[in-house]
């Protein structure tokens, strides 16, 4: 079956990591969980926006490994509040709410992605995208509007037509691709270790949590 990256990082993004994170960012469980959903759609959309461009899958993959000033990198300078405002009218969460989750959660998406393409050629990551385009296209007007274009359901098009792939063959089954079996092969060992990564993200989100209280506290005083 085709890879859904949704469904991995709700592997990683448990109950009780949403409840740390909920608690960091002031919103209830329920409206935290929908605010991680709306975030993973909107970065992977950017993504494969991003990936269409001149040397864009070499782009991608840098963000990618890099981390840094990711959100800059996939959608422009001075987006993360156009952003956070279409996270918040899908899910709920107040804008400062979904303006710390994005900055949360986008380093741990990207960096489960890079799980799945480690030590793998370019088009690892093209399928890996291109397989996301049903959760893509289902997304609000709001995100086609946000990355400059008329119709998501055009995303991946011109990377399909570059690489090779059929976009159709990735809806239902994963072709026999050096790139697939990589893939596949990244999601069982990153499934080992998917205990440590729960626990690492548990850790990391308390730690920010108080990191902000203490700062707030200064603050006031």
Do not use: H
Not at 60 to 68: E, H, L, Q
Not at 101 to 119: F, M, S, V
């Amino acid at each position: 079956m085709a890879l859904n990256i949704l469904n991995i990082f709700k592997e990683y993004f448990t109950p009780e990591v949403i409840s740390k994170a909920s608690t960091f960012v002031g919103e209830n469980a329920g409206q935290t969980a929908k605010a991680a959903d709306s975030i993973v759609a909107i970065v992977l959309a950017g993504l494969l926006n991003k990936a269409q461009d001149e040397d864009g899958l070499a782009i991608v993959s840098d963000i990618i490994r890099s981390g840094a000033v990711a959100l800059t990198n996939i959608f422009g300078q001075n987006k993360s509040i156009e952003i956070a405002t279409v996270v918040t009218d899908q899910s709920g969460v107040q804008i400062s709410g979904a303006g710390k989750l994005l900055n949360l959660l986008t380093p741990i998406l990207l960096g489960i992605i890079g799980k799945q393409i480690a030590n793998s050629e370019s088009k690892a990551l093209a399928v890996l995208l291109l397989e996301q385009k049903n959760l893509i296209t289902n997304q609000p007007a709001d995100v086609a509007n946000l990355l400059g274009v008329e119709n998501l359901s055009e995303l991946g098009n011109n990377l399909a037509a570059f690489t090779g792939v059929s976009i159709s063959s990735l809806t239902s089954t994963v072709t026999n691709t050096n790139a697939n079996s990589s893939a596949q092969t990244a999601v069982e060992e990153s499934t080992k270790k998917s205990d440590l990564l729960k626990w690492s993200i548990t850790v990391g989100i308390i730690i920010i949590a108080i990191i902000a209280i203490i700062f707030g506290v200064r603050s006031c005083k």
